[in-house]
């Protein structure tokens, strides 16, 4: 019976664990400025643009 306590804590020690990991990486995005944001999607659209897709190459 008492392996089943032990598994219980595992459990919940990994969701807090995944909680703390996507508090993380929601406060990362949020602190980025509307320029900021701006100037990485139009980087990533120039990016996509540059790379010739392989149905249009042959």
């Known amino acids: ?6 598994l ?3 459990g919940l020690a990994g ?8 508090a993380r990486a929601e ?3 949020r602190a980025y400025t509307p320029e900021e944001i701006r100037a990485r999607l139009r980087d ?15």
């Open 15 to 22: 969701v807090a664990a995944s909680g703390v990991v996507i």
């Open 1 to 6: 019976m008492r392996w089943w306590k032990v």
């Open 44 to 58: 990533r659209h120039a990016e996509a643009n540059s790379v010739a897709p392989a149905d249009e190459a042959g």
């Open 27 to 29: 406060r990362r995005r």
């Open 8 to 10: 219980g804590l595992a």
